[in-house]
């Protein structure tokens, strides 16, 4: 797992179709290379994990930090109204190069992952 984070000093995600453009230019580049278990995309930065995990409970608090952290922000109130954050892909069963399974695996069902999230 890892974690890009820059800061950007003015925000990169502007308009809508700056961040449909990232998540494309990640699929193509990073995916084949990179599995990807969750995203969060924000006005002047986006988080995608990439630290050593050493146990479990890192790796839980990992994924919940990156979709709690439009809330963190305050761009929204709650996390799971934010728009571009891969919590979506995480609960919806529409097709995703996200490890979705995974996750939910990780959780040990959907309903358990969204109970640990809130």
Same mark, same amino acid.
């Given at each position: 797992? #890892? +974690?890009? !984070?820059?800061?950007i000093?003015k925000? *990169?995600?502007y308009?809508r179709?700056? *961040?449909f453009?990232? %998540?494309k230019?990640?699929?193509?580049l %990073? /995916?084949p #290379? ?5 995203? =969060? @995309? %924000? @006005? ?5 994990r990439?630290?050593?995990?050493? =146990? ?5 608090? !990992?994924?919940?930090y990156?979709?709690?952290? !439009?809330?963190k922000? !305050?761009?929204?109130k709650d996390? /799971? +109204? *934010?728009?571009w ?5 995480i609960i919806s069963?529409?097709? +995703? /190069?996200? @490890?979705?399974?995974d996750?939910i695996?990780w ?12």
């Amino acid at each position: 797992m #890892f +974690t890009i !984070a820059p800061t950007i000093k003015k925000n *990169y995600f502007y308009q809508r179709k700056t *961040y449909f453009s990232f %998540l494309k230019r990640f699929k193509e580049l %990073l /995916s084949p #290379f990179a599995d990807t278990y969750c995203w =969060n @995309l %924000l @006005l002047n930065h986006f988080h995608i994990r990439r630290v050593r995990i050493e =146990n479990d409970t890192q790796f839980t608090m !990992a994924i919940i930090y990156i979709h709690a952290n !439009a809330a963190k922000h !305050a761009l929204v109130k709650d996390f /799971s +109204t *934010y728009k571009w954050s891969s919590w979506h892909s995480i609960i919806s069963n529409k097709p +995703t /190069s996200l @490890l979705r399974d995974d996750v939910i695996e990780w959780f040990g069902s959907k309903e358990q992952c969204i109970k640990t999230h809130k």
